[in-house]
Every structure is written in C-alpha cells, then in structure tokens.
C-alpha cells in the first residue's frame, strides 16, 4: 500500500481513540466514585484525598477501555471515509477492501502494545495504591489484603507442618503455634509455643515460651521447655500464608512468583493460571475490536456518530461481560485456564472475519 495512503488512514484512528478513551474513563471513574461516594462523605476526606483517589485508578481505567476505545475509533474513522465518498474512491483506484483496513489493524496493534506495557507497569501499582486508601484511610480495614488469618494450617516443608492459631502477615508474628516434624512417617519432633515471630536477619521463624517434645524411637519422649527456640522453618511469612489476590494489583511477573510460592506449598492456583492466561490475552482484545468495528461499518453502512458512539459503548462492554465470565469459568476450572484467556478474544475475531467476509472484505 501507499505510505501516503496508509498514513492518511491511520492518522483517522488517534484522534477518536483519545476522545473515546478519555470518554470511557471518565464514565468508569464517575460510576466508581458514586458508588464509593458514601464512604468519601462519612469519611470527610478532603480534596487531596479524592485527587489521589483519581490519579490512582486511572492507569487501571486506561487498561480496561483501551479495547473499547479501539472499537470506537476503527467506527468514526471507516464511517468517516465511507461518509465522504474516500472509500468507494479507494475502491476506485485499485485498493482492495482490506488493504485500506489495514492501517487501523496497524493501529490497534499499536495501542495494544501500549495497553500491554501500561498493565504490565504503571497500573498495578497504583490500583493498589488507591485500594488501600480506600479501605484503610477511608474504610479503616487495615487487613483489607487478609494477611491475618486464624487457625490456618501449613507446610513449612516436606516433613513439617505447622498450625497457628493466629497467623499475622503484617507484623509477622504467629500465636499459640504447633510444629510437628515427620521422620519415616512417624512423628520426630513437635515444638508447641504461645508464639513466634519472623527474623530476616537469621532468616529463621523464632519460636518463644515452650517447650519441646522429642519422640525418638520407642523410648518415653523426652520434654523440655524453652524461652526462646530458633526452629528450623526458614520459609518467609509472605511464602507461608499468601495474601489476598488483587487481580487489578499484580503484573505477570508478580503473578508468576506468587504461583511459584503456591507450588512451594502445595496450594492450588486456579484463579492465578486464569489471570496470567488473561493479562498475556489482554493486548489481543484490541486487534478484535478493530476487525469487528470494519465488520460493523461494512454491514452496516448508514450510521452516524451518535449511533457508532452507543455501539461501540454496548458492545465493548458486552465483549468485557464474556472476558469476566470466561475468567470465572477459568477460575472455577469448568474450561482450561488457556482457553478462559484466549477464548473471547478468538472468538470475536472469528465472528468478525465472518462479518468481513459476508461483507466482501476478505
């Protein structure tokens, strides 16, 4: 193709694509805010605070409507050509109809690379920024990420399960804790404290105020008490009791190393195989986008911008409804964790090829 041509109908994408993300955004914000309003009121959080609040969730908002954003600009930039006669002009001098669809997909490969690189380093972080000043400044809920857990249960390695009645992630600290050791399948050696605590200099779990009772052999097992007892648990805190999955708050390389961690321990990791299938996937949802808008400007001629605005507002957020069921699906492992994050946008992109090629395009 043309690079003049090619330019001319890439440079129609950008400027409906910022309109329509920042359009899109501001929509999502506004809906968060008034439902999150009664707790900025009770609160009596200042200016600064909502400010914060904004800045915070709008890289996550960027991600989110960055496809829907794609969809309206392939919509405004084809109507437009379609509108004043640029199409059959191009059809005229020999272009075939995809040739001149290209340049958008080019577009929205691009603005997929963005949204992927925006998710990957910005986003995360500051999504989780604004969660915990919603729920610890506003809501006062310090364990919003439910690092504190009661009568949990875990391996601490392959021979050595512990139980704690108190488990706090935050301060690093457990209460009224049971070490049982295994040898052969027997029990070798069982420490039982009113409490330990995490010392990263040792790298060690501290056991405090117990006592130890050794089970060597047949002989009667041997008791001791002790004030303080390093026990030979070198597993951090964080690596023994995760903390609450924020899907919005963590990069592939964060959910990499948490599953890792599960594995260490022997937990199942379902909705974490779903969400890295998902975020790798994300970035695909806008070339879809682009080929179902040529579909839709090409079987559907006559419309105009108020009608491409609506459409592309209910239908991207139809395409995000299937992406959140299909995740749900993945995490509830109905369907496998590849094809929950693929699947919605290969289907889409097969139902648009379709459009194209009942419209001649292709």
């Known amino acids: ?39 900025f009121m009770k609160s009596g959080a200042g200016a600064g605070v909502f400010l914060r609040y904004v800045v915070y969730q709008a890289p996550y908002f960027m991600v989110k409507m960055t496809p829907i954003a794609t969809l309206l600009a392939v919509l405004f930039a084809l109507g437009g050509m379609m509108g004043r006669g640029e199409w059959k002009a191009g059809l005229a001098g020999g272009w075939r109809p995809f040739d001149m669809i290209k340049p958008l997909l080019a577009c929205a490969l691009a603005a997929g690379a963005g949204q992927f690189v925006l998710q990957e380093t910005a986003a995360p972080d500051l999504y989780l920024r604004s969660e915990r000043l919603f729920e610890v400044d506003l809501r006062g809920r310090e364990d919003w990420k439910r690092v504190v857990r009661r009568d949990v249960v875990f391996s601490a390695g392959d021979d050595t399960m512990v139980t704690a009645h108190l488990f706090d992630g935050r301060h690093k600290t457990m209460e009224n804790v049971v070490m049982n050791v295994y040898k052969g399948g027997r029990l070798f050696l069982e420490v039982n404290a009113a409490s330990a605590a995490w010392r990263p200099e040792t790298g060690a779990w501290v056991f405090r105020d117990g006592v130890i009772i050794n089970y060597s052999g047949d002989a009667k097992p041997l008791t001791r ?38 594995r260490a321990v022997g937990a199942p990791a379902p909705a974490e195989r779903t969400l890295l299938w998902v975020k790798l996937a994300a970035p695909l949802a806008n070339p879809a986008m682009a080929l179902i808008g040529a579909a839709m400007v090409l079987l559907l001629p006559r419309n105009n911008r108020f009608f491409s605005f609506g459409l592309a507002l209910g239908f991207g957020f139809f395409f995000w409804a299937v992406i959140i069921m299909a995740q749900e699906a993945g995490n509830a492992e109905v369907v496998p964790a590849f094809a929950a994050g693929l699947g919605p946008a290969a289907a889409f992109t097969l139902a648009s090829l379709w459009g194209l090629r009942r419209a001649r395009a292709i």
Request: hydrophobic letters at 50%; one cysteine or more.
């Open 225 to 262: 008490h002790f004030a303080e007892y390093q026990s030979p648990i070198s597993v951090p805190p964080e690596n023994l009791v995760l903390e609450k999955l924020v899907p919005e708050g963590v990069s592939i390389l964060d959910l990499l190393r948490r599953m890792r961690r599960m």
């Open 1 to 39: 193709m043309n690079r003049t041509f090619f330019r001319y109908i890439a440079r129609s994408f950008w400027a409906p694509f910022g309109f329509g993300l920042a359009v899109f955004c501001l929509l999502l914000l506004f809906g968060s805010l008034f439902d999150n309003l009664n707790f």
